[in-house]
């Protein structure tokens, strides 16, 4: 079964300061990675999502996501966070085949920003 | 492209009542849709999973008969909680399956329901 862990339930940082949360996943075959965020009592939005090829993902809002799959992971990275990039940040895995197309989700990371 | 309309954003209903709540494709065909429920602070759990034109697969735990999902359409998905009571209070996402270049998964704003 796919699982994914979100180890860091609340990040605070600085603004202009750089950020990276982390996701680790489990899944046996090639997975598909997404990064969402969601603002209070919003649906989510997708930051980016990792298929294949290239490793380094780039998405919206200036944020970027490395897959590295011999350490299991997909941490999000931005180099300047900004005050309005606070909100909770989901890690997703797919699965590849269309017979299982569900969505597991982490825990989430709740990021603080402060001036 | 790929919007999902979920309506209504929010719901206070009394104990005992039933409701709707809708959510639909706006640009596209959603051949899937998945319901999630969400606790405060707490990550998203799926509920069920619901395919156009067939009975929706729920997860284990969730009482088939207390939410009742229809997908009728390619455009359309409801969840209906049925007899609500104070602790089915939740934040309820739908997400449809989105094929194709833009592939992966589009989320509705969310319905925040409150029984009272």
């Known amino acids: 079964a796919q699982s994914v862990t979100q180890p860091d339930i609340h990040i605070t940082v600085s603004e202009g300061a750089s950020l990276e949360l982390r996701c680790n996943y489990s899944y046996g075959a090639t997975p598909y990675l997404f990064w969402y965020v969601q603002s209070p009592g919003q649906g989510l939005q997708l930051l980016l999502k990792?298929?294949?090829?290239?490793?380094l993902v780039q998405g919206i809002k200036g944020f970027e996501a490395e897959f590295k799959r011999s350490q299991s992971s997909f941490n999000l990275r931005k180099p300047s966070v900004h005050w309005s990039d606070a909100a909770e940040y989901f890690c997703?895995?797919?699965?590849?085949?269309?017979?299982?197309?569900?969505?597991?989700f982490g825990t989430g990371t709740r990021l603080t920003i402060i001036p | 492209g790929a919007v999902v309309s979920q309506h209504p954003s929010r719901v206070i209903c009394k104990s005992g009542t039933s409701v709707k709540i809708e959510c639909r494709s706006l640009d596209f065909q959603a051949t899937t849709m998945f319901w999630y429920r969400q606790f405060p602070k707490q990550s998203l759990m799926l509920m069920a999973t619901s395919n156009e034109g067939s009975k929706a697969t729920y997860e284990q735990g969730v009482e088939k008969d207390k939410f009742l999902i229809n997908h009728a359409s390619l455009t359309l998905s409801t969840l209906t909680v049925t007899s609500a009571h104070p602790e089915d209070s939740s934040f309820y996402i739908c997400?449809?399956?989105?094929?194709?270049?833009?592939?992966?998964?589009?989320f509705g704003s969310g319905t925040r329901l409150t029984v009272v």
């Open positions: 990792y298929f294949s090829g290239d490793t």
């Open positions: 997703a895995v797919g699965a590849e085949n269309f017979g299982n197309e569900k969505l597991t």
């Open positions: 997400s449809a399956r989105v094929y194709g270049f833009s592939y992966g998964y589009t």
